[in-house]
């Protein structure tokens, strides 16, 4: 922590949003860097074997980073809405 007001004011200006209706919309993005954090590692491996093996997803292409990024998070999307989201209910139901 440091200990100088204006490092503070700074640090602190960072982390709150000067719009405050913004801050449900990074909600929603910051509940699937979870699932894809667990996604895209599996999802690489994949498009590294398509294009070993059939040249598809040619890794120089920036076309390839983009179809990744949304593969990525369209995946995260549906393991986050139709896992974690069920399962934290259920043991939050389960629990109380």
């Given at each position: 922590?440091?200990k100088?007001?204006?490092?503070?004011g700074l640090?602190?200006?960072m982390?709150t949003?000067?719009?405050?209706?913004?801050g449900?919309?990074w909600?929603a993005?910051?509940?699937?860097?979870?699932?894809s954090?667990?996604?895209?590692?599996?999802?690489q491996?994949?498009?590294h074997?398509?294009f070993?093996?059939y040249?598809?997803f040619?890794?120089?292409?920036?076309?390839?980073?983009?179809?990744f990024?949304?593969?990525?998070y369209?995946?995260?999307y549906?393991t986050?809405?139709?896992?974690?989201?069920?399962?934290?209910n259920y043991?939050?139901d389960w629990?109380?």
């Amino acid at each position: 922590m440091c200990k100088h007001s204006a490092c503070n004011g700074l640090f602190s200006g960072m982390v709150t949003s000067p719009l405050p209706h913004c801050g449900k919309s990074w909600a929603a993005f910051g509940d699937l860097t979870y699932a894809s954090y667990l996604i895209h590692f599996p999802l690489q491996i994949v498009m590294h074997g398509l294009f070993k093996r059939y040249a598809f997803f040619n890794p120089d292409q920036p076309a390839t980073l983009i179809a990744f990024v949304i593969s990525t998070y369209a995946l995260a999307y549906l393991t986050y809405r139709f896992f974690e989201l069920p399962a934290k209910n259920y043991l939050r139901d389960w629990l109380t």
